[in-house]
Structure formats: structure tokens, C-alpha cells
């Protein structure tokens, strides 16, 4: 059966005394010992406050950075090479006995739309399946743009990406394995879902953003519509608010997914790009796990006009 997805300081103690100790002496312990809470109390409360503003800054700075990377990531399409494979326990049940795989090498063309209402929303249309061609290689995404972005236009994209999730092999059927999926967290439109806290500072990545959904119904669902909440980290450059590290985390009793994705800064388009997906996923009622990794390339530059029409550049 297959499941889908869819998209503390502590106080020192006070010596204790044996044998009679006077009322007065009494009040004057419990007293000391409230001033000395209170002053930890108030020391905790100045540090979270703090950090909450710390990380709202930062979160800010990426909040700006995520829209106007969407702005022009949205006005490319990049080539994906998606290598999934799953993994089972031999039918045979030996424990010396080599696990069964099964695998699938996809190559598609990738890339953002921005829908009224929606935002910027990520299209995949697979083109090639184990070496051998699915469709002519026609950027189809883009050219389905060509003639302006109406509603109907949005129905066959989505329809497009429908059809090439059905090449994902495993028992856990997604259209979550998206690179830039978590960027839409920080999006003012989706912002307000989530709880964010600092974690440790990368001296290569950045500070780490750690994030978790609190508000239903969640960003992504399972099979007949259940909620299933993320949490993740983000690895954020403090001074500009760019995004070089994603992980997500999707766990419940059915179903988990993991999803990692790493940034390269590219120096021609002068923006950081994602290069890598790695990604795990389980249906708990089965003992396969399928696996993925997929990178990109051929970052190919378009021009969105301001009829949202997709127009190439010369």
C-alpha cells in the first residue's frame, strides 16, 4: 500500500542547617532564595528576548533575499538528473543476504512560476527515463508560458507535473521532491505558519535557522488530506539573507521524509542556486526505503514580462 504526499539555569542551593533554625531565619532564606530567582528569571527573559529578536532579524534578511531570489531563479530553467533507488530486505529473509534494488535515473526540466495568488510555485516535466526519451527535449514548461499565463495554463502544468511524478518508483507517491519547496517558508504568504529559533553558527554555511509548522491545515498533506507538519533547519548568511543549506523533515505515524538540498553560489548568474536534493523516504507499513539524489545544471536564463508571460532571451 502506498501513502502520498503532496505537495535551564539553575540556582545554587542554599547550605542546609541541622537542628532549629529561628521563623526569621526561615523568611530570610526563602527570601534570598526568591531574589536570587528572580534575578536568573530575569536574566533567561532578557537572553530569549534577545534571541528572538536575533532570529527575527535574520529570518527578516531571508524573507528579502527568498523574494527576489524567486524573482530570478523564476526567470530560469535548470535541468535536473534525478537518481532514485529503493531498498528492501532480501525476500529470502537471511541476514547474509544482499538487499533487492530497484532504480530509476529521470532528467527533466525544472523550473519556477509564479501563480496569482499562489506564489512562485515549482514545475518538474520529465523528459528522459533510463536513458531513453519519454518526449522530445522541447522545454515544454517554458514554451506552455510563450502564450501567456492564464488559468488554463497553470490546469496543463500542473497536469505536466502529475505526469512526471508517476515516474518516482517506491510505495510513498510525492510531489514534494522539490528543491526550492522550502523557500516558500520564507515567503510573507507562508511566513506566518511556521516558529523559527537560532541554532548553531557554520562557519562555512552560515547561522542556522531551525523551523517548525504550528498552524493547520499544513503546507503538506498525506493520503485523504491528513496533516502532516515540517520541521527543518535553514543555514542562512547573516548578512545577506541567503539561503545555502536546506533540510526538511516530514514525520508521522504512516510516512517520513527527509530532504536535503545544498546551494552553490554561481558566479556567472551571480546568485545562489541549488546544485544537489538528497532525500529519504519510509511508509512505515513497508520495510523499503527509497532514496534520491538529484543535481542541476544548464541554468538557462528566460524573461518574465510583466504580463507573466515567459519570453526566452536572445
Not at 56 to 63: F, K, L
Amino acid at each position: 500500500m502506498s501513502v502520498r504526499l503532496r505537495l535551564a539555569s539553575a540556582v545554587s542551593a542554599l547550605p542546609r542547617s541541622t537542628g532549629l533554625v529561628s521563623r526569621t531565619a526561615r523568611r530570610a532564606s526563602r527570601s534570598g532564595r526568591a531574589v536570587a530567582c528572580g534575578f536568573v528569571c530575569v536574566a533567561a527573559m532578557a537572553t530569549g528576548a534577545a534571541a528572538q529578536s536575533e532570529v527575527t532579524a535574520i529570518v527578516d534578511r531571508a524573507v528579502t533575499y527568498v523574494d527576489e531570489f524567486q524573482r530570478r531563479f523564476g526567470s530560469m530553467v535548470t535541468e535536473e538528473r534525478y537518481e532514485q533507488s529503493v531498498q528492501e530486505p532480501s525476500s529470502l529473509g537471511a541476514r547474509s543476504a544482499r538487499p533487492q534494488f530497484d532504480r530509476v535515473v529521470l532528467v527533466s526540466d525544472f523550473l519556477l512560476v509564479q501563480i496569482p495568488g499562489e506564489g512562485w510555485t515549482p514545475f518538474r516535466d520529465v523528459f528522459e527515463r533510463n536513458g531513453q526519451k519519454i518526449r522530445d527535449r522541447e522545454e515544454r514548461l517554458a514554451k506552455l508560458f510563450l502564450n501567456g499565463a492564464s488559468q488554463t495554463t497553470f490546469d496543463q502544468a500542473r497536469q505536466i507535473m502529475v505526469e512526471s511524478s508517476r515516474y518516482n518508483i517506491g510505495t510513498v507517491e510525492r510531489t514534494i521532491n522539490l528543491p526550492t519547496l522550502p523557500l516558500a517558508f520564507l515567503t510573507r504568504l507562508h511566513r506566518g505558519r511556521f516558529t523559527f529559533e537560532l541554532g548553531k553558527r557554520d562557519e562555512t554555511d552560515g547561522t542556522i535557522v531551525e523551523f517548525r509548522e504550528v498552524h493547520s491545515p499544513t503546507y503538506i498533506a498525506t493520503t485523504g488530506g491528513r496533516d502532516l507538519p515540517v520541521s527543518g533547519r535553514f543555514w542562512v548568511d547573516e548578512a545577506s539573507g541567503a539561503i545555502r543549506r536546506t533540510e526538511l523533515d516530514a514525520v508521522d505515524t504512516a510516512v517520513e521524509a527527509h530532504i536535503k538540498v545544498t546551494y552553490r553560489l554561481d558566479d556567472g548568474l551571480r546568485l545562489w542556486v541549488p546544485v544537489r536534493m538528497e532525500e529519504r523516504y519510509r511508509n512505515r507499513r513497508s520495510t523499503a526505503e527509497v532514496r534520491g539524489v538529484a543535481t542541476y545544471s544548464r541554468f538557462r536564463k528566460f524573461q518574465v514580462s510583466t504580463s507573466e508571460e515567459l519570453v526566452k532571451e536572445p
